[in-house]
């Protein structure tokens, strides 16, 4: 697709001959990566099991990236899938974001914050 912009790679940091991984240009967190399917779906469900493995692979290998350029203390690793869960790019990509002690006051329930009351449990 055309105007979709995940399907025009640009500055990758890593791929496979599946995906590719690149950095948020809207970062929540120093080192925050996506990582994308190279073949235009919308869904994680659309994912044939080569390509969730090849995603998946990036994924570890973003990981052991950040471990040594970023040394983050924690991770969250997530999936918007629809506009009710906030999905804004209609091309899967998965969000690997890299979490520092003291960058939340309470960090408890990470992304079960993504629902207004709900992280805190």
């Known amino acids: 697709m ?3 912009i995940f399907c025009r790679q640009q500055e990758v940091l890593f791929e496979n001959a599946l995906a590719y991984a ?9 080192g925050h990566i ?3 399917p190279k073949r235009h779906q919308e869904t994680i469900f659309e994912s044939t099991d080569e390509e969730i493995a090849a995603i998946f692979s990036l994924v570890r290998k ?7 350029e970023y040394n983050p203390d924690g991770y969250n690793i997530g999936i918007n899938t629809g506009r ?10 998965i969000h ?4 520092y002690s003291g960058d939340h006051k309470m960090p408890k ?8 009351g709900k992280q805190s449990y």
């Not at 009710?84 to 990509?93: F, M, N, P, V």
């Open 96 to 99: 690997i974001i890299p979490r």
């Open 109 to 116: 329930g990470g992304v079960r914050g993504v629902i207004p």
């Open 84 to 93: 009710a869960a906030g999905q804004s790019i209609k091309h899967l990509h």
């Open 34 to 36: 996506l990582v994308i």
């Open 2 to 4: 055309k105007e979709c």
């Open 62 to 68: 973003v990981k052991d990236f950040l471990v040594s």
């Open 22 to 30: 690149i950095f948020d240009k809207y970062p929540v967190a120093s």
